[in-house]
């Protein structure tokens, strides 16, 4: 590349507490480019790009832009200067439209009577320009998550910035709606604007970006164009060299063997009509029918906030279900309290797992054993065997790679992916017929993930079964016998192995072909 | 190592509120040094002050524990010192219809019947919080006040002890009447009853699987639940049994300490055990040595106030700026 760099960040520096979250990294965007910033959880990528933004002050390094220093002191100061950012998690009012989100904090022609029509008028040409075409009338709870995010996007736009950034945006968004957003961000690089795409997907970084830099633990590891890199670079770069990737399951590409399960044998799990209302009425799950065999490892997936919640919760017994039977190895368990499935029955790892599963006031011995501490060997008679749980709990420590002080340490001192590790160690510690895990794999780095994968694998060898539900597709693709889709609380499809198809089950995820597919379950 | 440094805080933070509170006890114009000397040394000058203290000790940590056990499950129990009050009309109650019982009978049947009033005034507010989810820091405050004109209308009625200036009931039965430790200056066995249940508390909370649910419980309600504790249960269980303990500090001021029912028994332990209880920062095996500290002040205060002329309230301005150094301490480590 001859072309002048737009942005340089030169051996940028961010100490956490005593944590080094980038250590001396270096970065560079040349405008008109995709740029995408590549590593697992922890790489320290939206750290940097937060430091870019404002959010963070760096502790060392220079920020050049345009061939001058820049002092960011906050996002307005970013905005001004031409950096826009479009965080994972949207900034937006839902109960405003479009328009008044998109105008909120910019000066208006009219700021007395409140007239958009002129503001309106932008966001309609700058949709149509860069084909992110959006209803600048709609109120934004209304809008599917595609929809905010080009919203947010358009936000960005709209306040004429230069330099794009972009969060792991394709989180939660169908294939479909994937291939949207791309079509968008080359639209908008060839009107001259650049892009850094976030992400710690490989396959999308491969597919969009033109360059593309490695983070891995705070230190950049390579920056290289697309054409001058096969994916065994950046694997390699992502993961160091403590990995083996011949045997890893996050590399295969799916190709992993699946060995049989046993068609005969009584399902692990068998859902009649399975339905929930809240106490409104409102219909969270409805007409839920499926069985899943020992052994197996049963996906679902779906945009988030499509009753996954509610059925984990059903099939753990947090919730009863308003209609419908459970049936667990032919035993009616609807109703049974969670306390009683946590023995050999269930394994939970809980989507919200600050919320739904994590003790902060209480140390990560204490943590380690919630919901286990009535059963043995934690606990004799009334009383818990401290020292026994200690033992055990030092053992997960290391072979989960928990980072933490000691059984003692209170759990608030953990980071989001330590708990996470916490809350994998706690559902494989025990036996488990059957395991529920939403979202088991959010906030682990490639290893990690890795190491949760063939965990799961493991589990099928001896007959226990897995009900895996992820807003990862890529996830469930690579590991999962068979996956339904969940729909406004129904199940909309269920997919052999053989049959996954990844368009296909972004068009049931979206609602669309929901009665076709009905359609073709009632033909065969 | 680590004991140490968790009582740095403690230390700087006495220190500290003894030097602000120095600054107004010379503004009353009295010897600073003296002061201290009197507020800090009272209670192991005589045989007498230290009993004093002890005496003073038992009701602080029982109220304490009676606010440090729904604590634990993330609830708060105003109601400490109404537990009490009508733990203590239960006993005097029973101490009195009973009186000529002999001591094996009465003495179980008046602890027995000031817990279990305890008990029963502590599971009002549960009770309202199981069914109706009604704030039970309101519920429990606010029986505080009916427990007032309760023990008004035992201590005036028919109970009354007509010879006293005071509202006070007549003496409950001798076979009422907690055995002495010592008899002169006078130590009841109270003392033993308060130190058991404190390490009985310690042992529950750190030990069993109840005491476990009881702190995941607090922790975090939502994932105690999630996974299959039953945490209604949990809060009721824990108001309840702070009721049960902060009745048994009215049964030993009855059955150990006064052997009649007295309005105003009830001091200031609520608050004192509220700051107790946040001075150890909930801990439960800390109470009692904090218990002791405070009232030591207690002591010394009262004293200073006799000798000296200096107001008792400064005490109270001792003890409230312990706490706020203490907590003020909690700010600046997550610095």
Avoid at chain 1, 117 to 140: C, H, M, T, W, Y
Avoid at chain 2, 290 to 299: D, G, K, N, P, Y
Wanted: hydrophobic content about 45%; aromatic content about 8%.
């Amino acid at each position: 590349m001859e072309k002048e760099a737009i942005l340089e960040l030169r051996n940028i520096r961010k100490v956490f507490d005593k944590n080094v979250a980038l250590d001396s990294v270096s970065f560079s965007l040349y405008p008109g480019e995709i740029h995408g910033l590549l590593g697992g959880n922890g790489a320290g990528k939206t750290t940097l790009m937060n430091v870019l933004y404002g959010l963070y002050r760096r502790d060392d390094g220079d920020i050049n832009f345009h061939g001058q220093k820049l002092n960011i002191q906050g996002p307005k100061d970013a905005i001004t200067h031409g950096i826009g950012m479009v965080h994972q998690h949207f900034l937006q009012i839902g109960s405003y439209t479009v328009l008044e989100n998109i105008v909120l904090g910019t000066d208006v022609s009219h700021p007395v009577t409140m007239k958009l029509s002129a503001e309106a008028q932008k966001i309609i040409d700058l949709g149509n320009r860069f084909r992110l075409p959006v209803d600048p009338n709609a109120v934004v709870d209304t809008l599917p998550v595609g929809t905010r995010q080009k919203v947010e996007i358009l936000k960005a736009l709209y306040r004429g910035v230069e330099v794009l950034i972009l969060d792991e945006p394709t989180t939660n968004l169908t294939p479909q709606e994937v291939d949207d957003l791309f079509e968008s961000l080359r639209v908008i690089v060839n009107e001259g604007l650049s892009i850094v795409f976030i992400t710690h997907k490989l396959r999308e970084v491969l597919h969009v970006c033109d360059r593309i830099t490695v983070l891995r633990e705070g230190r950049n590891i390579t920056s290289l164009t697309r054409a001058e890199a096969s994916e065994e670079i950046f694997v390699r770069a992502m993961v160091g060299d403590q990995m083996k990737i011949e045997g890893s399951v996050y590399f295969s590409h799916g190709s992993m063997a699946n060995t049989a399960v046993d068609e005969s044998a009584i399902p692990a799990l068998e859902m009649h009509d399975v339905g929930l209302k809240t106490k409104e009425g409102i219909s969270r799950l409805a007409g839920l029918n499926f069985q899943i065999r020992q052994g197996e490892l049963f996906g679902v997936a779906g945009v988030a906030g499509n009753g996954q919640r509610e059925l984990a919760e059903c099939v753990t017994g947090v919730v009863i279900p308003t209609e419908g039977k459970i049936l667990m190895k032919g035993e009616d368990v609807t109703g049974v309290s969670v306390c009683e499935l946590l023995k050999d029955w269930i394994s939970y790892i809980p989507e919200d797992r600050l919320h739904d599963g994590f003790l902060p006031k209480a140390n990560v011995a204490q943590n380690l054993i919630l919901g286990y501490h009535r059963q043995k060997p934690y606990c004799e008679g009334s009383f818990i065997k401290w020292d026994t749980v200690y033992d055990k709990v030092r053992g997960y420590i290391g072979e989960y790679k928990i980072k933490t002080n000691g059984p003692e340490d209170p759990g608030g001192n953990l980071s989001g992916g330590n708990i996470q590790r916490v809350m994998i160690a706690r559902a494989f510690s025990m036996n488990s017929h059957m395991m529920v895990a939403h979202n088991p794999t959010r906030g682990l780095d490639i290893p990690s993930m890795d190491f949760v994968y063939n965990k799961m694998l493991e589990r099928k060898e001896t007959g226990a079964s897995t009900l895996l539900i992820s807003e990862d597709l890529d996830e469930l693709l690579l590991i999962c016998d068979r996956i339904a889709v969940l729909y406004r609380g129904q199940i909309v499809g269920i997919l052999d192995r053989k049959d996954f198809d990844k368009y296909a089950i972004g068009r049931l995820m979206s609602g669309i072909q929901a009665e076709e597919t009905a359609d073709l379950r009632a033909a065969s | 190592m680590t004991i140490v440094r968790k009582l740095v805080p403690y230390v700087i933070a006495i220190i500290a509120s003894f030097a602000a509170a120095g600054i107004f006890i010379a503004l009353t114009g009295a010897n600073v040094f003296q002061a201290y000397e009197t507020i800090l040394f009272t209670s192991f000058r005589t045989p007498n002050g230290f009993v004093q203290t002890l005496l003073k000790f038992i009701p602080l940590t029982l109220q304490a524990l009676a606010f440090t056990i729904p604590l634990t499950a993330g609830k708060f129990n105003m109601g400490g010192e109404g537990q009490m009050i009508v733990g203590a009309i239960a006993a005097s109650v029973v101490g009195i219809l009973g009186a000529d019982l002999p001591a094996v009978i009465l003495l179980p049947l008046v602890v027995l019947a000031g817990v279990a009033a305890g008990a029963i005034w502590g599971f009002i507010p549960a009770w309202l919080l199981y069914k109706f989810n009604i704030n039970e820091i309101l519920t429990s405050m606010l029986l505080n006040f009916v427990s007032f004109q309760i023990i008004d209308l035992v201590a005036t009625g028919a109970l009354r002890d007509p010879v006293a200036g005071h509202p006070t009931t007549v003496q409950i039965g001798q076979g009422g009447f907690l055995p002495m430790l010592i008899k002169n200056p006078p130590l009841n066995a109270g003392l033993i009853l308060a130190l058991l249940v404190a390490a009985g508390v310690y042992l529950y909370t750190t030990r069993t699987t109840g005491g476990y649910e009881l702190v995941a419980t607090g922790a975090n309600p939502r994932a105690a639940a999630v996974f299959g504790i039953n945490v209604k249960r949990m809060f009721v269980f824990s108001i309840v049994l702070a009721g049960a303990i902060a009745g048994l500090s009215g049964v030993i001021e009855v059955a150990g300490v006064q052997h009649r029912l007295i309005v105003g028994l009830q001091h200031n332990f609520l608050v004192l055990g509220v700051i107790i209880a946040l001075i150890s920062r909930g801990n439960n095996l800390a109470v009692p040595f904090v218990a002791f500290f405070i009232a030591i002040l207690e002591i010394g205060a009262s004293a200073m106030q006799r000798t000296m002329n200096v107001p008792i309230e400064m005490v109270f301005i001792v003890e409230a700026l312990v706490l706020l150094f203490v907590l003020l301490s909690d700010v600046f480590r997550r610095r």
